[in-house]
């Protein structure tokens, strides 16, 4: 976060949407941090079973 320069688009404007995306990104992170999830894939040691609605 020492990076000073704002992302622009090519018109020149604030790219909002990477920030929106970043900050969902960082707020998630938090809540699983608050929750005692860690979200590191370098501390995981085995990768996690994808899940999805049909392996419920």
Known sequence: MTDTRIR???DGS????FYMARGRHMRSEAAHRMMGHDTSAEKRQTP?????????
Not at 14 to 17: K, R
């Open 14 to 17: 604030i790219d909002t949407g």
């Open 48 to 56: 996690r079973a994808r899940r999805s609605f049909f392996s419920l």
């Open 8 to 10: 622009t688009r090519p």
